[in-house]
């Protein structure tokens, strides 16, 4: 089956610094990955959706220069969130799409910010 | 603009009931429907998933029923287990280039032993 990949699984980091998430397709090729937000007791909003080898599309309201990411592989997206503050603190969540209409989620990460 | 509604926001089912979440969309193009599962801090983990040229897909005890007229879908588990407690999201897309995936709300379920 298809398994996606994400790292850290919590992080913790000061008011200002920058963080780096990590998704993986392990044992498929993925052309697109999404990466979402999900707030507590909240439906996942969608961030961005990252091609490979191309600049990600942003969704409406959110900072590309924020919301770093980078799709440098078929099988390896990243979300880098800058200059974090603590209202960035949420669940990060990525997805990468394997075949036709089928799409794999990562197991999350949780940011928070202090 | 809501794409896709879904109902209930909660629901409390006794075990070996059967629990019923519904979702509508607006979108005639999209045909891709499928429902997640997630856990506590946990992504979501795909459940079933349809396309519109079925009326019903069943998995174990998981069915989805899909009315493209009524441009609507549901989830039914049957003999509910409190395992299945969690929270559920059906989505929609459209199927080719690199369309994405809208979520419904989410549906926290709770199976009372």
């Known amino acids: 089956g298809a398994v996606v990949s994400q790292h850290p699984s919590r992080v913790i980091c000061k008011s200002g610094t920058s963080v780096k998430i990590e998704c993986r397709s392990l044992?498929?090729?993925?052309?697109?990955m999404f990466w979402y937000r999900q707030f507590p007791k909240q439906s996942l909003m969608l961030m961005a959706t990252?091609?490979?080898?191309?600049?990600?599309?942003?969704e409406q309201g959110v900072e590309k220069d924020k919301f770093l990411i980078n799709h440098a592989s078929l099988t390896l997206s990243t979300l880098t969130v800058t200059s974090a503050h603590p209202e960035d603190s949420s669940f990060y969540i990525c997805s990468a799409r394997k075949e036709l209409g089928s799409y794999t989620f990562g197991s999350g990460t949780r940011l928070t910010v202090v | 603009q809501q794409q896709v509604k879904q109902s209930p926001q909660s629901l409390i089912v006794q075990k070996g009931g059967i629990s019923i979440i519904n979702c509508a969309y607006e979108n005639t193009a999209f045909d891709y429907f499928p429902w997640y599962q997630q856990f506590p801090g946990k992504g979501p983990a795909l459940l079933i998933a349809i396309r519109p040229d079925v009326s019903e897909k069943k998995e174990g005890r998981f069915t989805i029923s899909f009315n493209k007229s009524a441009k609507q879908f549901s989830l039914h588990i049957m003999d509910s287990q409190p395992g299945d407690s969690a929270t559920y999201f059906c989505?929609?897309?459209?199927?080719?280039?690199?369309?994405?995936?809208?979520f419904g709300a989410g549906t926290r379920l709770a199976v009372h032993p």
């Open positions: 989505a929609v897309s459209l199927s080719g280039g690199y369309n994405k995936l809208i």
């Open positions: 990252s091609n490979e080898g191309s600049k990600a599309t942003y």
């Open positions: 044992d498929f090729q993925a052309t697109t």
